[in-house]
C-alpha cells in the first residue's frame, strides 16, 4: 500500500498528526501505510519487536497472558497513539502482546527509525514522552478500575473509549472478545451488556455494538472514562474525540 496525498496532507493518526510539519516530512519517507486484519498479531510477549505501527481507525488491544491461557486488556490503542512502546523506553521486548481486535490500517515505520528519531530530541521525543505519560495513566486508572468497579460500569467505559478511537457509535464486537479483554467470565459481560441494553443505552446483535444513548452510557461509566480521557486531551491536545450524535 501506498501513501496518497491525503496522507501525505493530514495523517489519520492524531499523534502524527501532532507533531510539526518539518518532524512529520521527515519521518515520511520511512512511514508505510499497510493493512491491519483481525487477530493480527503486531508483537508477542518477550520477542523483539522490530516495527511500530501508528493505527489509523484500527484497534489494537495490549494484553496480558497467564499460564492457563487466560489474557485480560491493559491497554488499548487506536489513531490516537502508537503500538510498539518500549523501543523508545530503552530496550526492544515487553511482557505483553498486542494484536488487532478491530481491523483497519497503520502507518508502520522500522523501529531502528524511531528510536533513532526519538534520540535525536526536540518535538518527535518530547510527543511521545507525553504519550507514553498518557498511556500509564490509561494503564494505573484501568488497573484500579478493575479492581474497585461493578462490571456493567466498567464495560460502559470500555465500550466509550473504543467508540472515541473509531469516532463512531456502532462497531464491531464480540461477547467472547469482551470477555476476554475485560478479563471475566461470557456470563458477566452477557450480563452487564442486558443491564445497557434493557436501559436503551447500547443495541447489540451478532458481533455488533451499536450505541443508542452516549449521555446516559457516559453516566453509567464509572470516573476512571473521564479521568482518562481528560489526562490525554491534556498531554496531547484534543485526543481523543468523544463522537457525538
Known amino acids: 500500500m501506498s501513501l496518497d496525498k491525503n496522507t501525505h496532507a493530514q495523517p489519520a493518526n492524531k499523534l502524527l498528526a501532532s507533531l510539526p510539519a518539518t518532524d512529520y516530512e521527515r519521518l515520511l ?15 508477542e510477549a518477550g520477542q523483539p519487536i522490530t516495527q511500530v505501527y501508528f493505527p ?5 488491544s495490549i494484553v496480558s497472558t497467564m499460564e492457563d491461557g487466560s489474557t485480560v486488556e491493559v491497554g ?12 523508545i523506553l530503552g ?19 522500522d523501529a531502528d527509525i524511531l528510536r533513532s528519531e526519538f534520540n535525536r530530541g526536540g518535538a518527535i521525543q518530547s510527543l511521545l514522552l507525553r504519550y507514553v505519560q498518557g498511556v500509564y495513566t490509561q494503564i494505573a ?38 470477555s476476554q479483554m475485560l478479563g471475566v467470565r461470557r456470563a458477566g459481560v452477557t450480563e452487564a451488556a442486558n443491564i445497557l441494553s434493557q436501559a436503551g443505552m447500547i443495541a447489540y446483535h451478532r458481533g455488533q455494538i451499536n450505541i443508542l444513548n452516549r449521555e446516559a452510557l457516559e453516566k453509567t461509566s464509572c470516573e476512571c472514562y473521564q479521568i482518562i480521557e481528560n489526562e490525554f486531551v491534556r498531554l496531547l491536545g484534543n485526543m481523543p474525540n468523544k463522537r457525538r450524535k
Open 29 to 43: 519517507p520511512h512511514l508505510k501505510l499497510v493493512k491491519l486484519p483481525l487477530q493480527k498479531v503486531l508483537y
Open 56 to 60: 489509523n481507525k484500527a484497534v489494537v
Open 76 to 87: 488499548l490503542v487506536s489513531n490516537e497513539g502508537m503500538v510498539g512502546m518500549p523501543v
Open 91 to 109: 530496550d526492544n521486548t515487553t511482557t505483553t502482546t498486542a494484536f488487532v481486535q478491530i481491523s483497519d490500517s497503520a502507518m508502520q515505520m
Open 141 to 178: 486508572q484501568g488497573s484500579a478500575c478493575n479492581r474497585l468497579h461493578r462490571l456493567e460500569r466498567r464495560l460502559a467505559r470500555w465500550l466509550l473509549t473504543v467508540s472515541d478511537r473509531l469516532e463512531s457509535e456502532e462497531f464491531p464486537l464480540t461477547q467472547e472478545f469482551i
